[in-house]
Nanobody
Framework: QVPLVESGGGLVQPGGSLRLSCAASGFTLDYYAIGWFRQAPGKEREGVACISFSDGSTYYADSVKGRFTISRDNAKNTVSLQSNSLKPEDTGVYYC????????????????????????WGQGTQVTVSS
């Protein structure tokens, strides 16, 4: 298990931006991938973006491509998710999760693969996009 803590959520108007952070303490993320997931009330959890710490390779869900950017800071052992042009449908609880090894699109988007490959999860941070 990898202790992860999310921060940066809040209330924002449509078209606005938020920057979410995921911090790991007590160990290095060098051999891990970090994914961001979100869950809206009454909906299934959705994989949003993923980054591999080893080489910085990234994957995005189609719903956020061009609007969200995932990045890593190796020195600070953190991953950020810059979310721009936010829409009401982006509302939900955002979670970061750790996968030992490189990220892949199947682990991000296939629920069965997500459950088996991402084995550490943060507590989540609420993002609400509303006018």
């Amino acid at each position: 298990q990898v202790p992860l803590v999310e921060s940066g959520g809040g209330l924002v108007q449509p078209g606005g931006s938020l920057r979410l952070s995921c911090a790991a303490s007590g160990f290095t993320l060098d051999y891990y991938a970090i994914g961001w997931f979100r869950q809206a009330p009454g909906k299934e959890r959705e994989g949003v973006a993923c980054i591999s710490f080893s080489d910085g390779s990234t994957y995005y869900a189609d719903s956020v491509k061009g609007r969200f950017t995932i990045s890593r800071d190796n020195a600070k052992n953190t991953v950020s998710l810059q979310s721009n042009s936010l829409k009401p449908e982006d509302t939900g609880v955002y979670y970061c999760a750790a996968l030992f090894g490189p990220c892949n699109i199947e682990a991000l988007t296939n629920t069965a693969r997500t459950v088996t490959e991402f084995n550490s999860w943060g507590q989540g941070t609420q993002v609400t996009v509303s006018s």
